[in-house]
């Protein structure tokens, strides 16, 4: 069954830099597209940006242009979401979600990585 | 970017009840919407996309309409594992793909 499983909750300092990893299986991982939504606590949803795991394309939120990067192995069937310059602001729950058929619907969802910046 | 509002913001609804979201966009996205549904602690589940397409394995009980600007999500009898709250979706423009703030169905 397809599954996307992600690392686990992150505690940073403001200005540091966060890499959350989203592991596929039960599907071709290069076949999809892989996205990345987040939320604040109590909060609504917040689409930060796509990948295309065959090529390595990208495209990002102008919210978080030149502090995210969203990267991936396939050799392991992994994605990767980094954002750096971490501010307060982006203490949330990080989810990547996979995209059926490129048409920007997200049929299936990790499990969700709580990212907390506090000093 | 494309602007999506939902109402009611809440609702009380007993089981049974037909209950009926309303979702809008700041312009027209043809039928390029998806609504979702997320419970406390858990992450979203996709139950309609092309506005009124059921995503398999959700039940027949949720039905999606509208095009262009205005939207529906109507729950035809309200089951005990539907209070939850719920999440419309553009797909029309990107980026970004935008969501609306949420319409939370709890227990009357």
Known sequence: ?119 | DIQMTQSPSSVSASVGDRVTITCRASQGISSWLAWYQQKPGKAPKLLIYAASSLQSGVPSRFSGSGSGTDFTLTISSLQPEDFATYYCQQANSFPPFTFGPGTKVDIK
């Open chain 1, 1 to 119: 069954q397809v599954q996307l499983v992600q690392s686990g909750a992150e505690v940073k300092k403001p200005g540091a830099s966060v890499k959350v990893s989203c592991k596929a299986s039960g599907y071709t991982f290069t076949s999809y597209d892989i996205n990345w939504v987040r939320q604040a606590t109590g909060q609504g949803l917040e689409w930060m940006g796509w990948m295309n795991p065959n090529s390595g394309n990208t495209g990002y939120a102008q919210k978080f242009q030149g502090r995210v990067t969203m990267t991936r192995n396939t050799s392991i069937s992994t994605a990767y979401m980094e954002l750096s310059s971490l501010r307060s602001e982006d203490t949330a729950v990080y989810y990547c979600a996979r995209d059926p058929q490129r048409m920007g619907y997200f049929d299936y969802w990790g499990q969700g990585t709580l990212v907390t910046v506090s000093s």
